[in-house]
């Protein structure tokens, strides 16, 4: 009966990975007995004996079944726990690099102990990941007892542990922790000047519970370690903060007067009245009174179809040139218009016009050095506008685009980003590219330094490194596509061990929100008179409180949002007691399990999940198999109830809110809450919704609830969802090719950490330099009277700091060979002589720190050069090139002069380097002000106005990448 149950439920080919798994299920199942005879002493044993074996010859696959049948003994002993079948399921999914989806409540944090004994028993190590340090320590703690019976380490990491505690953290047979602190983890790694201050050991297996919220959320943004930019240009932030409310003011003005004049042109002239709110919308899309206004389906679609006109025939610009500033809405960019720039500085309207940096007619007339001086002066004007513009700008997204209390909330005069995914607070991550600072200025409190990248991975990019990840969620299907394509995973849906019996409501839509947050407190109050418990997501920090504020006084309730996260695990805890009631931002306490209080459940058997066309003859509920509704399905008596307030841009997140519900068989039920007010509605998917609640003609104040909307809804996110998938498509590809390049380095990087000599690259450097040296000024051919003698000594003491005695006589008369070889030997004797000075071990410890300083130098920079090159290209889509291809050849170019530039800068340094201890303090110093944040989501990034050029350099000047070499021999070429 379930088989068949199952197969309605997950399709043909989940079934048949699920009967491929079912022989070891089996297997398992027939050690239990054995097992269960099994002392506590005998249990034990049984590591050294598996790993004994392993030693041997045998393989985990074959050790998993007597490895599970273990576990499940010993977390029944120790947890007093049996893994169910669907959990032994789970865990062999696991350990074969599949992701389990199994629902909320399932006991996947047990299921993980399957696969991490297994795996640990290689002695390689096995990290589990979990979404927050909360989660990471009580898994340890939880799970631990049964891996530590077994004679197993366990250890967490977190924030906040010493540098020795991560050491020996990482050492544990199994380690838990959140993603961020591995990812970080191992960036720090690659920064390291100690091979000892390492802490990770290597990337065996990872499990990543919440995989989706990992993997596919999490991922939207890079891992970023940064520190204090060193030469950092002025910031405007203060000055323009002032002239900026300003311009926010007048275009208020502006927007009001075009709704004014829609407003008369209404209900008669609706097109040209939608020409002046298509204005207006581009002008100030949140306005409240431009969102009532084309709240009514039908003005919105003709203000869409007009814009789209406009950018087909590329006329927006003629649209938004009465503005002050225009936003687009979808690409998240502003532009300021003349009459923005005017309203800026009213004084000089040019104020705010990039100078042209190729004036050179006016240069023309000039002497060389009054020239040299101009163009300073004007590079100098042109970063100092170009910088004043970039702040406006970002000024006027943190007034226009970023809400306090929905994007960022302020918290003891920190400006604090919010998870749009999860509505929790991301402590010390900040925007990049001034926008934090701007919304600083905006809130009025300190504006914090402008930092720059020293190293980042994608979360992508870190989980890669893994010979096996693995992991599991309640909510993976939708982004099965996903998992297979990025990280080759598979998804596999393992049935829940009990039939799920939660009722999903169809979703009833309002016009307005002020209705739709009427109706949900009506429905909760209803609630909560029959005694359930409620659990109503919200998806900002402010819709939690405006709920709060709603509700009457009697009405107790707990609010779980970002600003009290530390509490969210207690307050979840109790969310299933009698008559509960608890308001929480998206997600928030995932990971805590709601058990049903005393007196919520009233039946035991009624309302299986069931799909409306599917065979009912073998349904568990016993009124169902009549085909009789039963009142249940009309209003749910039991259980814990789900209010959703609005539909989230993915549709997991949803499934997530609504797997808070019915767990381990328990009833339950769920429904959402919308308006056409709402986001996604008003963005993604109006049109359609529109056309058809007008179609069944809808009142004012009167919802409808139809499977039809529905349905538009979830088109709409599956747009939505398509489009996230492709952004992070995106920033993987670019990040691919920075990849490629970070590998190299850091293995170049560790290799010279944990050599213990670097003399063979040293040498292999000087081999390189050296001959190219001779080369270059003896080439083939050149007569001997034009061979620059002085040129040529001059050049290999700035890279050798080694003098050649030789008369040039004896140099132009060498053969090729002997003149290398000469040049050679006098750098060998100056490098003996300072080896001798320095004795044997000090030269060795000189070396590595060279080398990694003007590695981590170079790279930083090169960091930087790589952003801006990325921010460029985009542009290059224009010009009919493809901006990736673009970018990977010129990413490779500048990848090229900077392993050059490494090795001509490494050999001079140490041919200079003095012994200077209180070097190392700083470098300390400077470690200690290092920040670690996310990148920006890609989707929010923007076009920058294009940076300085570099000047043009002349063929016979030093190449600018820094070589030494003349530039026609080097980039130039
Ligand atoms: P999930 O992560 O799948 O949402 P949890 O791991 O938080 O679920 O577990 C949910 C609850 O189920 C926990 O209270 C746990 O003790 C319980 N549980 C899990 N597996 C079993 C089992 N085999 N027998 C009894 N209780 C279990
Ligand atoms: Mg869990």
Not at 801 to 822: D, G, R, Y
Request: glycine share 6%.
């Amino acid at each position: 009966m379930i088989v068949s149950l199952i197969k309605k439920i997950f399709g043909t080919d989940n079934l048949r990975e699920l009967k491929r798994l079912q022989p070891l299920v089996k297997q398992i199942n027939e050690l239990e007995v054995d097992f269960e005879q099994k002392t506590d002493d005998e249990l034990k044993a049984m590591t050294p004996l598996f790993r004994e074996r392993l030693k041997q010859g045998e393989t985990l696959d074959s050790l998993l079944p007597e490895a599970f049948a273990t576990v499940r003994e010993t977390s029944r002993r120790t947890l007093d726990m049996r893994p169910f079948d669907v959990q032994l399921i789970g865990g062999i999914a696991m350990h074969q690099g599949i992701i389990a989806e199994m629902a909320t409540g399932e006991g996947k944090t047990l299921v993980s102990t399957l696969p991490a004994y297994l795996n640990a028993l290689t002695g390689k190590g096995v990290h589990i990941i979990t979404v927050n340090d909360y989660l990471a320590k009580r898994d340890s703690e939880w799970m631990g007892t049964l891996h530590r019976f077994l004679g197993l380490t366990v250890s967490v990491i977190h924030h906040g542990i010493s540098q020795e505690e991560r050491i020996s953290a990482y050492k544990a047979d199994i380690t838990y922790g959140t993603n961020t602190e591995f990812g970080f983890d191992f960036l720090r790694d690659n920064m390291a000047l100690q091979a000892d201050m390492q802490v990770q050991q290597g990337y065996n297996f990872a499990i990543i519970d919440e995989v989706d919220s990992i993997l596919v959320d999490e991922a939207r943004t890079p891992l970023i370690i940064s520190g204090p930019v060193e030469r950092t240009g002025k910031q405007y932030f203060q000055d323009l903060k002032t002239p900026v409310e300003y311009l926010m003011r007048s275009q208020s003005q502006l927007v009001s007067k075009l709704l004014n004049d829609a407003e008369a042109l209404l209900p008669d002239n609706e097109y040209e009245a939608c020409q002046h709110l298509l204005k207006a919308k581009r002008g100030a899309p949140k306005n409240k009174r431009l969102m009532k206004l084309i709240k009514d389906g039908p003005l919105k679609k003709i203000i869409d179809q007009i814009e789209m006109d406009n950018i087909r025939d590329k006329t927006l610009h003629e649209v938004d040139a009465e503005l002050f500033f225009s936003i687009d809405e979808r690409s998240n960019t502003i532009d300021l218009s003349d009459q923005g720039r005017l309203a800026l500085s009213p004084q000089d309207p040019d104020f705010f016009v990039l100078p042209d940096l190729s004036m050179s007619e006016e240069l023309a007339d000039l002497s060389d050095d009054e020239r040299l001086a101009k163009q300073q002066q004007l590079e100098k004007d042109f970063s100092e506008k170009s910088e004043k513009l970039q702040n406006v700008s970002q000024l006027l997204k943190a007034y226009s685009l970023f809400e306090k209390d929905i994007n960022y909330v302020v918290n003891e005069g920190k400006v604090q980003i919010v998870d749009e995914f999860t509505g929790r607070i991301l402590p010390g991550r900040r925007y990049s590219d001034g926008l934090h600072q701007a919304i600083e200025a905006k809130e009025g409190v300190r504006i914090e330094a402008e930092t720059q990248t020293l190293a980042s991975i994608t979360i992508q990019n870190y989980f890669r490194m893994y010979a096996k990840i693995s992991g599991m969620t309640g909510t993976a299907e939708t982004e099965a596509a996903e998992f297979i394509k990025i990280y080759k995973l598979k998804v596999l849906v393992i049935p829940t061990n009990r039939p799920v019996r939660r009722i999903d409501y169809t979703d009833v839509v309002y016009k307005t929100k002020k209705e739709k947050y009427k109706a949900i407190i009506d429905e909760i109050i209803r609630m909560n008179e029959m005694g359930r418990p409620v659990l109503v997501g919200t998806v900002s920090v402010e819709s939690s409180e405006l709920l709060s504020r709603m509700l009457p006084k009697r009405i107790k309730h707990s609010i779980l949002n970002a600003k009290r996260h530390q509490e969210e695990a207690t307050i979840v805890l109790n969310a299933g007691q009698p008559g509960a009631v608890t308001i929480a931002t998206n997600m928030a306490g995932r990971g805590t399990d709601i058990k049903l209080g005393e007196g919520v459940i009233h039946c035991e058997s009624c309302c299986y999940l069931c799909e409306a066309d599917k065979n009912c003859s073998d349904c568990p509920d016993p009124v169902k198999q009549g085909k009789k509704m039963t009142g249940c399905k009309k209003d749910m008596p039991c259980g814990l109830h789900i209010i959703g307030t609005e539909r989230h841009e993915s549709r997991r997140i949803d499934r997530q809110l609504r797997g808070r519900s019915a767990r381990q068989g328990d009833p339950g039920s769920s429904r959402f809450f919308l308006s056409l007010e709402d986001d996604l509605l008003r963005i993604f998917g109006a049109d359609r919704i529109s056309g058809i609640m007008n179609r069944f003609g809808m009142e004012e104040g009167e919802p409808i609830e139809h499977k039809l909307i529905t349905r538009a809804i979830e088109n709409a996110q599956k747009r939505v969802e398509n489009r996230n998938f492709e952004v992070r498509k995106h920033l993987l590809q670019y990040d691919d090719v920075m990849n490629k390049q970070r590998e190299i380095i850091y293995a170049l990087r560790n290799r010279a950490l944990h050599d213990a000599s670097l003399e063979d690259l040293i040498q292999q450097h000087i081999d390189e330099i050296a001959p190219g040296l001779c080369d270059e000024y003896f080439h083939e051919g050149i007569p001997p009277e034009e061979i620059d003698i002085k040129g040529f000594k001059e050049d290999v003491f700035k890279h050798f700091a080694t003098p050649l005695w030789n008369t040039p006589e004896e140099l132009i008369k060498a053969k090729p060979e002997e003149l290398e070889q000469l040049v050679l030997d006098a750098i060998d004797a100056v490098y003996h002589k300072r080896e001798k000075q320095f004795g044997t071990e000090m030269m060795r410890q000189i070396e590595k720190w060279v080398f990694l300083r003007v590695q981590d130098e170079l790279w930083k920079d090169h960091l930087l050069d790589m952003d801006h090159l990325r921010e460029g290209i985009g542009l290059r889509g224009y010009a009919q090139q493809d901006p990736l291809r673009e970018y990977q050849k010129e990413a490779y170019d500048l990848f090229l002069k900077l392993d050059s530039h490494m090795k001509i800068e490494f050999i001079e340094k140490l041919f200079t380097a003095q012994i200077m201890p209180r070097e190392e303090i700083r470098e300390q110093e400077q470690q200690k002000n290092i920040v670690l944040g996310r990148g920006k989501d890609p989707d929010q990034q923007e076009k920058k106005p294009t940076k300085r050029k570099q000047p043009k350099v002349g063929r016979n000047e030093p190449c600018p990448c820094g070589s030494g070499k003349k530039h026609k021999k080097c980039c130039g070429q």
